[in-house]
Each structure stands twice: as structure tokens, then as C-alpha cells.
């Protein structure tokens, strides 16, 4: 004859049965809390971003702080058809810019808070003489690989999407209430 046996401790059913039950409760609560976004990541300083002036779209890295200003374009070799770098500064002033360490003949274009192209100048290869702006309401300069502006049919009175521009400040992680851009 088989006899059965009962192993189980007394009182282990029940015990049981209220674990399962803790375990899926405090599942069921993390599962229904709200999920934070996780941090933004902010694009470094290399990454370019597509940018409108007039009619035509530059691809643009931004320089948003002193030091990315002043090394700028610095010991480049080349720069890609339709890329450039964008300088911005937090109030209108007269602009200067020099070609120290930067070897490649480049554009720029002067703009003011609106967006709105001023002045195209020649940079010329390591010329540290600089280039002066005329007008003492930029906010923007754009260097780009020499005659983008004539090739593009980009003149003086074109606009730069500023739209697009504050949103690669903010994804560059910077505050767009720094910089005087009208809005």
C-alpha cells in the first residue's frame, strides 16, 4: 500500500500565497509610475546642423562660447560643400575675424539679431590682419567655403532660419535667453 504524505509545513500555503501576492502588487505600482524622460543629451560641438539662408541650406556647426570662438575653423585641411560654422554672441556688436592657423580661403557672412545677412567678406589663408564688420548690429557670422554665398545666390538681405537655429542651440544644450535673437 502507497501512503501519502502531506511534506508541506503547516501554514506554508497561505504564506505562500501572500508573497505572490506582495510581489505582484509592488510590481503592478512600479509598472504605474510615471516615467521621467530621461536626461536630454546635449550635441557636441562638431555636430553640424541644417540651417537656412535665402533659399539654400547650410550644413553649420555651431561656436557658441568664447573658446569654440576663437578656435573657430582653426587646422582644418577641408571643409565639406555646403558646411560651415556659425558664430554666435550674446549681444550685437562690430565683428572682427581673422584667419590665424586657418588655412582654407572661406566667406563670411555678417547677420544681425533678425537673421538677417549684412555683409559677405573674403577670409583669406592665415591672414591675421582680420576682417572688420561695417555694421556694429551683428550678432551672427557664418564662415563657409570661399564664393558658398555667390554659388548659392545668397546676397546681402537673405534671412537665416531662426527657428531652426534656436533648436540646435537648445539641442547643443545651451539656453537660447542668452543670446539677443529676435524672436
Not at 57 to 75: C, N, R, S, V
Not at 86 to 94: D, S, V, Y
Request: glycine content about 6%.
Amino acid at each position: 500500500m502507497h501512503e501519502t504524505r502531506n511534506n508541506k509545513l503547516p501554514g506554508t500555503f497561505p504564506l505562500v500565497r501572500l508573497i505572490l501576492v506582495v510581489l505582484l502588487g509592488t510590481a503592478a505600482l512600479v509598472a504605474c509610475q510615471p516615467r521621467s524622460a530621461p536626461p536630454p543629451t546635449s550635441a557636441l560641438p562638431e555636430t553640424y546642423f541644417p540651417i537656412a539662408i535665402g533659399s539654400s541650406t547650410l550644413q553649420l556647426q555651431l561656436a557658441l562660447t568664447p573658446a569654440e570662438h576663437q578656435k573657430g575653423l582653426m587646422f582644418r585641411e577641408s571643409l565639406p560643400p555646403d558646411h560651415g560654422m556659425l558664430f554666435l554672441f550674446p549681444q550685437p556688436k562690430q565683428q572682427s575675424f581673422w584667419m590665424k592657423n586657418t588655412m582654407l580661403p572661406l566667406d563670411i557672412g555678417y547677420l544681425d539679431a533678425s537673421g538677417r545677412l549684412l555683409e559677405i567678406h573674403q577670409l583669406f589663408p592665415y591672414d591675421e590682419s582680420g576682417v572688420t564688420s561695417r555694421s556694429s548690429q551683428i550678432l551672427i557670422a557664418i564662415e563657409t567655403n570661399r564664393d558658398w554665398y555667390a554659388r548659392n545666390g545668397v546676397a546681402t538681405g537673405a534671412r537665416l532660419d531662426l527657428s531652426a537655429l534656436k533648436a540646435a542651440i537648445r539641442q547643443r544644450g545651451h539656453a537660447t535667453a542668452n543670446y539677443a535673437l529676435e524672436e
